[in-house]
């Protein structure tokens, strides 16, 4: 999500309560799901426009969310991908998160579907836009992702009306380009040449002194308690994205970006 910084400030707001907290429902197999609307609570905002952090909800703490489907779910459970230039159509939908004032232009992109895992446990279509030149290998990742049955709330093409939305600190879309600014820099970031993921950001949130993002997943602080959907050393993500050469902004030391991992190191 963002470029290492060495500036660090006072502790986010954090959780108490019970570990159990927060598993509501059963969707009928077995896999308790968390009861949520995703997005309907703007926070208010900080000076610097993020929105104000605050507790996770109970109902947030374990995480389970099942997916809305933005594409039709694959017909079996085997791992599908397809990678194709960006269309017109696809141009379209993607809206101001790409403009020729990018750094990228869309020859150079990649759009990639891809099936993955949700939390309740069933096989569904994402989406993502990379950069060409790494489309093949990041299909490689989360075809060993969907292996190791690693779940993925969401994974869709993010919009304008992404970019243009009041924070609620509770989102949790996988996404790959975005064409903007690294936090709290002025140059690109990662995102905005397609070399950049990140990964359930809900999960494996961004930590920098006092902010957290997205702001209402201070409990995944804790990465000792181990949730699914959660990216930890040597886990499974780390793994298969090393593998490709990319590296983790879980392993920076003047920050925490548990969800990003880019080919650019930053």
Request: with cysteine; aromatic share 8%.
């Amino acid at each position: 999500m963002s470029t290492p910084s060495s500036a660090e400030g006072s502790g986010p707001a954090t959780d108490g309560g019970d570990r159990d907290d927060g598993v509501d429902g059963d969707d009928g197999d077995g896999v308790r799901l968390s009861d949520w609307d995703v997005g309907a609570r703007p926070l208010p905002l900080r000076p610097d426009g993020f929105g104000v952090v605050r507790p996770t909800p109970a109902e947030l703490r374990d995480r389970r969310l099942p997916t809305a489907d933005a594409l039709p779910r694959p017909p079996d459970d085997r791992f599908r991908a397809s990678v194709r230039p960006v269309t017109p159509e696809t141009r379209r939908r993607m809206g101001e998160t790409w403009s020729p004032a990018c750094p990228v232009a869309l020859a150079d992109l990649r759009h990639l579907t891809l099936t993955f895992r949700g939390f309740d446990g069933l096989a569904h279509t994402g989406e993502l836009v990379v950069a060409a030149s790494e489309a093949r290998d990041v299909v490689s990742v989360f075809r060993a992702l969907y292996a190791a049955d690693f779940p993925i709330e969401e994974m869709r093409l993010p919009t304008t009306a992404d970019l243009e939305a009041p924070p609620t600190g509770d989102g949790n879309n996988t996404a790959g380009l975005v064409c903007r600014a690294a936090r709290g820099a002025t140059s690109w970031s990662a995102h905005a040449y397609g070399l950049a993921i990140d990964l359930n950001p809900f999960h494996n949130p961004y930590h920098r002194g006092d902010l957290v993002l997205p702001e209402l997943a201070s409990a995944y602080l804790d990465r000792s308690w181990r949730r699914p959907g959660m990216v930890l050393p040597g886990s499974v993500a780390v793994r298969e994205f090393a593998r490709i050469g990319w590296s983790w902004g879980g392993d920076w030391n003047s920050l925490k970006d548990y969800q990003h991992f880019s080919a650019t190191g930053r």
